[in-house]
């Protein structure tokens, strides 16, 4: 059994007009936001086996304080696929990962999430900023993950919460 948790990157500031995309850091909200996040996956005992994530800085930032959160203690690999080119690149990211790993965490960005979400576990709502889809795969290697194993768990995100 493989599990996979598809978290977009926290809410991410517009204020400063000559930084790229790229470059765009977390608002107030999105500081407040994934830390609580982390929080929850923390009090429901979650815990990867394996952090990925782009290195856009809102989506690194994200994944840098829920990684604090749960006292993850491993490196987080950052992958500039999952920024530059997408949802075909993270499945070929994901396929690639060594089977010790069984549960999986990666942050990233819409559109490409939603579709990962929708393909895999029929999830067909919008991820909003520092929300999370858990997908489980009846599978016990990495490289057969496909829509036909997969089963949607859960999905959570802060606004659910009413939290700023």
Not at 8 to 20: G, I, N, Q, V, Y
Not at 66 to 80: E, F
Not at 102 to 109: E, I, K, Q, R, W
């Amino acid at each position: 059994m493989k599990k996979l948790f598809l978290i977009r990157h926290a809410k991410s500031s517009w204020k400063d007009d000559s930084l790229s995309d790229f470059e765009r850091p977390l608002n107030k909200r999105g500081k407040s936001n994934a830390p609580f996040m982390g929080d929850k996956l923390k009090d429901a005992n979650i815990l990867p086996d394996i952090i990925i994530s782009s290195p856009a800085i809102r989506a690194k930032s994200t994944a840098e304080i829920i990684a604090k959160k749960l006292k993850y203690s491993k490196k987080i690999v950052y992958q500039k696929e999952i920024y530059e080119i997408g949802e075909s690149a993270i499945n070929k990211i994901l396929k690639k990962l060594d089977d010790k790993n069984s549960v999986a965490f990666l942050f990233g960005h819409n559109p490409d999430l939603n579709i990962l979400a929708e393909e895999y576990g029929g999830f067909d709502e919008n991820i909003p900023t520092c929300g999370v889809v858990e997908l489980s795969f009846d599978c016990e290697r990495w490289r057969d993950i496909s829509s036909q194993n997969a089963k949607f768990i859960s999905f959570d995100y802060p606004k659910r919460y009413k939290i700023d």
